[in-house]
T-cell receptor
Framework: KAGVTQTPRYLIKTRGQQVTLSCSPI?????VSWYQQTPGQGLQFLFE???????NKGNFPGRFSGRQFSNSRSEMNVSTLELGDSALYLC????????????FGPGTRLTVL | AQSVTQPDIHITVSEGASLELRCNYS??????LFWYVQSPGQGLQLLLK??????LVQGIKGFEAEFKRSQSSFNLRKPSVHWSDAAEYFC?????????FGAGTTVTVRA
């Protein structure tokens, strides 16, 4: 079966702009989580959605938001981009949540200039 | 709050030698514990997980991990390393619908 797909794979934006990243989970998976990966901070949890409901949110400013659609696809949005938002954004899907095996997508590499 | 510590940032090992990666967690109860691997330019892949039961867990690619409650540890081992094992390894704990990751250990394999 198809894995987790993330679009776009690479993105270059300038400070102050906003960006939307997309994640399509494995068919049948209802949980989608987002993580930010940077060399300095490592892997940090952004938020988790299950059946269109956000169940947990990490310690990120309100500029970071997300949503999940009825088909389990998810998007995350970052508004008013800052240089420090440059990172690899990983999406993961699972059947029921983080306590299940999570299947990760290849990530979206965001560069903010 | 739960936390995960991987004391070794970088380990170099010879091909065919054994490998052990350390992981310590801080959590009140026995958490759900995982080891993930990330190869360059790729997403993370689950190696193994521990929920309960037998404290020695077998995973993919010949890896195993041992849960020790008394030491709050979940160390990853492989008896004989292959060049393809060069990657970054992350220990993680799942609590409250989220994974908290350690900082990761980069493994270099020398011929």
């Amino acid at each position: 079966k198809a894995g987790v797909t993330q679009t776009p794979r690479y993105l270059i934006k300038t400070r102050g702009q906003q960006v939307t990243l997309s994640c399509s989970p494995i068919s049948g998976h209802r949980s989608v989580s987002w993580y930010q990966q940077t060399p300095g901070q490592g892997l940090q949890f952004l938020f988790e959605y299950f059946s269109e409901t956000q169940r947990n949110k990490g310690n990120f400013p309100g500029r970071f938001s997300g949503r999940q659609f009825s088909n389990s696809r998810s998007e995350m949005n970052v508004s008013t981009l800052e240089l420090g938002d440059s990172a690899l954004y990983l999406c993961a899907s699972s059947l029921s949540g983080a306590e299940d095996e999570q299947f990760f997508g290849p990530g979206t590499r965001l560069t903010v200039l | 709050a739960q936390s995960v510590t991987q004391p070794d940032i970088h380990i170099t090992v010879s091909e065919g030698a054994s490998l052990e990666l350390r992981c310590n967690y801080s959590y009140g109860a026995t958490p759900y514990l995982f080891w993930y691997v990330q190869s360059p330019g790729q997403g993370l892949q689950l190696l193994l997980k521990y929920f309960s039961g037998d404290t020695l867990v077998q995973g993919i690619k010949g890896f195993e991990a041992e849960f020790k409650r008394s030491q709050s540890s979940f160390n990853l081992r492989k008896p004989s390393v292959h060049w393809s094992d060069a990657a970054e390894y992350f220990c993680a704990v799942a609590v409250g619908y989220k994974l908290s990751f350690g900082a990761g250990t980069t493994v270099t394999v020398r011929a």
